[in-house]
């Protein structure tokens, strides 16, 4: 499903025009992005949680030469499901 797919689905369901409901998961996007950017988690009830992590600086190897290189920290997002999504997707 690609976004416009959402929206379609959305501008029907709420019975909102296609514009409206383009112009809500736009908010809705920015609104998970300036959270997770100031490090706050996102809790959406039944959907999931988004969070921001912190990955330790760790040592791997170029699967191509063998040889060993360092891997700087950096921060990722992590996902969990809710119970909700878990139960429909089984």
């Known amino acids: 499903m690609k976004k416009e797919d959402l929206v379609s689905i959305i501008s029907e369901k709420a019975d909102i025009t296609k514009k409206a409901a383009g112009e809500a998961v736009n908010a809705m996007i920015e ?5 997770l950017s100031e490090g706050d988690a996102v809790s959406l009830t039944g959907f999931g949680s988004f969070k921001v992590v912190e ?33 429909r997707v089984q």
């Open 55 to 87: 990955r330790a600086a760790r040592e791997g190897r170029n699967p191509k030469t063998g040889e060993k290189i360092q891997i700087p920290a950096s921060k990722a997002v992590k996902f969990t499901p809710g119970k909700t999504l878990k139960e």
């Open 31 to 35: 609104g998970i992005l300036s959270a």
